[in-house]
Structure formats: structure tokens, C-alpha cells
């Protein structure tokens, strides 16, 4: 039986020459998904799911379990407020995009109770921008709470910095490979 994407804004882009990982199964006929910002994926086949982030942040969670595995890609921790923000593409937001992503992996098979998680991104990535504007921290603090306050433990995160990230995710075994950018710099160092 084909898999197929479980993203309902139709929107990610499937890449079959990504130099990241050998996946053996396909999800609409490809091995490597990009998750794009505002979207998410969650599966049980076999493939590769791929994002770059800057300080956007993105959720892996995986069930090892029942062998479902999913990523979502988030810009913001939550809409500013404006009606038309939540109208467009609520995924855009960490408050719809991991309670989507949480979904749809149960959707898919998964159960709460063996997740884990794994959370990349976060980056700062404009430095004159004061410490509480900060979009990158903020969209961590907000996938740490939610995790937290949804039971799902983080076994494993790259966080903060300043650059971008691209972050695949093997569902076959929940497996993350980061690749930094030239120019990171972790500030916690």
C-alpha cells in the first residue's frame, strides 16, 4: 500500500534527490519529504523528512512503539492577535502546528504514551533585536512547555544559536541528523 502525506495545506514539496539518507519506502511516490514553514508531516512509511530552519523551530516526534514518526515547521510561537492570522495557514503557529502534529500522529497509529520528542531550531538570527523580541527563543520556550505540559518527553534537542539548521528525520527508526550553517555560533557556548 502507497503512503501518502498527511498534510492538509498540500503544501510540501517532494524532493527525490536529496542528498540526506536512503529511505527505502515512499510517500506519494517519493523517498525525502520537505516540510515547509506552516506545514507538518506524520507517517508510518519509510522516508526521509527534511526542514531548514533559521528561528523557526521544528517538532520530531516519534513513536517507536508503533512506528509512526512526523515533523512540523512553525514560525511563531502563536498568531499576533490580528483575526486574518489564524484564517491563513494556522500552522504557521507553534499553538496549532504541534497540536496538529500530535494529532495526526495518533491519526496515524501512534500512541501518547511512547512519544518522544525531539525539538531543532530557534536560531537568533537578527542580532540587534533585544533579548525579549527574540522570535527564535520564543518559539523554543513555547515547544518546551508544550511538550512538557502534554506528557511528551524531549529526548534530544539543538536549539538557539545564531544560523540556520537543516534537520532530517529517518521515520523508519526516528533518527535526526542537523546540519549547521557555515556561520553558526551557539550563544549558550
Known amino acids: 500500500m502507497e503512503c501518502e502525506q498527511t498534510n492538509p495545506y ?14 527505502s519506502a515512499t510517500v506519494a511516490g517519493c523517498d525525502t519529504v520537505m516540510i515547509l514553514p506552516g506545514h507538518y508531516c506524520a507517517t508510518r512509511c519509510d522516508v526521509t523528512l527534511v526542514t531548514v530552519l533559521g528561528s523557526c523551530v521544528a517538532v520530531c516526534l516519534y513513536d517507536p512503539v508503533n512506528g509512526v514518526a512526523g515533523m512540523n515547521h512553525y514560525l511563531l510561537p502563536e498568531p499576533p492577535g490580528l483575526p486574518q492570522a489564524t484564517s491563513e495557514i494556522p500552522t504557521r ?34 542580532r540587534d533585536i533585544p533579548d525579549h523580541q527574540r522570535v527564535g ?7 518546551l512547555g508544550y511538550l512538557r505540559n502534554a506528557g511528551i518527553p524531549v529526548v534530544q534537542y539543538d536549539v538557539g544559536g545564531i544560523g540556520a539548521r537543516s534537520v ?8 535526526v541528523a542537523v546540519r549547521r550553517s557555515a556561520q553558526y555560533v551557539n550563544l549558550a557556548a
Open 10 to 23: 498540500d503544501g510540501a514539496l517532494l524532493n527525490e534527490d536529496a542528498e540526506i539518507s536512503e529511505p
Open 93 to 126: 503557529y507553534g499553538t496549532a502546528a504541534v497540536a496538529m502534529l500530535v494529532g495526526e500522529m495518533l491519526a496515524e497509529g501512534a500512541e501518547r504514551q511512547h512519544m518522544v520528542a525531539k525539538v531543532f531550531g530557534g536560531a537568533s538570527v537578527l
Open 137 to 143: 527563543p520564543r518559539n523554543v520556550a513555547f515547544a
Open 168 to 175: 532530517s528525520l529517518r521515520t523508519r527508526d526516528g533518527r
